[in-house]
């Protein structure tokens, strides 16, 4: 069992950055893909960006590539979307995601159903 808890959304100018955080519990966290994803009013929830177990692989929606960044740090048991650039259509909730690691094939790591924990969200309000 994974529990998920993000930090770190709030209210920004166009152009302005974030930092998110989710802090995961339990000791197994470095053998779990990360992914973050996001649902705006009315949307679906739609794939950000996800990192391997190792942190050695990264992928992004093309949307976000170029101005977000997601990171790992294992000892801390927590993953970080550093989002820069910010558009007003960045406006969402931003949710984390854990499951175990799959590998790199067939793109699973972009789509919700495959994860088995989540957070409960974090909102992110970009004004413009």
């Known amino acids: 069992q994974v529990q998920l808890v993000e930090s770190g959304g709030g209210l920004v100018q166009a152009g302005g950055s974030l930092r998110l955080s989710c802090v995961a519990s339990?000791?197994?966290?470095?053998?779990?893909?990360m992914g973050w994803f996001r649902q705006a009013p009315g949307k679906e929830r739609e794939f950000v960006a996800a990192?391997?177990?190792?942190?050695?692989?990264?992928y992004y929606a093309d949307s976000v590539r170029g101005r977000f960044t997601i990171s790992r740090d294992d000892a801390k048991n927590t993953v970080y979307l550093q989002l820069n650039s910010l558009k007003p259509e960045d406006t969402a909730v931003y949710y984390c995601?854990?499951?175990?690691?799959?590998?790199?094939?067939?793109?699973?790591?972009?789509?919700?159903?495959?994860?088995?924990?989540w957070g409960q969200g974090t909102q992110v309000t970009v004004s413009s």
């Open positions: 339990g000791r197994t966290f470095s053998t779990y893909a």
């Open positions: 990192i391997n177990w190792s942190g050695g692989s990264t």
């Open positions: 995601a854990a499951e175990g690691d799959r590998g790199p094939y067939g793109s699973w790591w972009s789509a919700p159903s495959e994860y088995d924990y």
